[in-house]
């Protein structure tokens, strides 16, 4: 079984830091990524990452706040989200699939999701 599991999310103040974790597990995936969910708001990319650090994409609203980063060895993801704002909370979720391309526009596989709160 395919799964994908989350974890780091929490409350926050507006202008700390938080770090997601999302652990894969029955299959290695290439690429990765990170969407978000806001209440009444379409889920939206945030950050994606092949299988080496130097294949990343980022939304516009996290360039230079956010990285997306990932272990080799356990094949974890990480999202280290900094400078956060209260426009960032949302659930957070983990995705999979086989080509940055894919992962980024329609992934295959999905985290349960995970929620951040930012408070101002």
């Known amino acids: 079984q395919v799964r994908l599991v989350e974890s780091g999310g929490g409350l926050v103040q507006a202008g700390g830091s938080l770090r997601l974790s999302c652990a894969p597990s029955g299959r290695t995936f290439y690429a990765m990524a990170w969407f978000r969910q806001a209440p009444g708001e379409e889920r939206e990319f945030v950050a994606a990452i092949g299988e080496s650090a130097g294949s990343t994409y980022y939304a516009d609203f996290v360039k230079g706040r956010f990285t997306i980063s990932r272990a080799d060895a356990s094949n974890t993801v990480h999202l280290q989200m900094n400078s956060l704002k209260p426009e960032d909370t949302a659930v957070y979720y983990c995705?999979?699939?086989?080509?940055?391309?894919?992962?980024?526009?329609?992934?295959?596989?999905w985290g349960q999701g995970t929620q951040v709160t930012v408070s101002s």
């Open positions: 995705a999979g699939d086989s080509s940055l391309t894919t992962v980024r526009r329609g992934p295959g596989y």
